[in-house]
């Protein structure tokens, strides 16, 4: 039995807007627990802005995982290295076209929605998936490896560019 799999695991950059959000929440904290010191109402605000640090901090630790199996990606969303949920597949059977974010054949295909599943880390190189399912057109940005991009090839020359 010959199978093709392959599985990569990109980690999503933290950017300059989560970092901000970061240090927002934490002065936040900082200034309703000196409040908590003044007054004791403070308590339930101090109490609520750390459950809130912790529940963003966790959520905000991204990375995902491509898996390819003989022609069917699965992306997963792993939150904080501890949990997991499949935010995307499909099938090479589904598949318009996969080409470099940029090129010119993209221009031609319009999608309904668009997910990006990349590390959003400047100078990747990423491709765009555009696959039709449930006759709606999706494109998802992502940064497949080599193994990745030649399965597709192999299995759809006509509609991978590389």
């Known amino acids: ?15 300059g807007k989560v970092m901000l959000a970061k240090a927002g929440l934490i002065i936040l904290t900082l200034v309703s627990l000196i409040l908590l010191l003044k007054t004791p109402f403070a308590l339930i605000l101090t109490m609520v802005l750390i459950a809130l640090d912790i529940f963003l901090f966790r959520n905000m630790d991204l990375e995902y995982e491509y898996l390819f199996v003989n022609g069917e990606l699965d992306v997963d969303k792993i939150i904080a290295r501890s949990k ?22 993209l221009r031609l295909v319009q999608a309904e929605k668009t997910y990006n599943y990349s590390s959003m880390a400047e100078g990747r190189k990423t491709y765009e998936l555009i696959v039709s399912q449930k006759g709606q057109k999706i494109k998802v940005i992502f940064e497949p490896n080599d193994t990745i991009l030649n399965g597709f090839k192999t299995l759809a020359p006509r509609k991978v560019i590389i």
């Open 1 to 15: 039995m010959n199978d093709f799999y392959t599985e990569q695991l990109v980690k999503r950059k933290t950017t």
């Open 84 to 105: 997991r949920k499949k935010v995307f597949s499909a099938n090479v059977e589904e598949l318009e076209l996969l080409a470099p974010t940029g090129s010119s054949e």
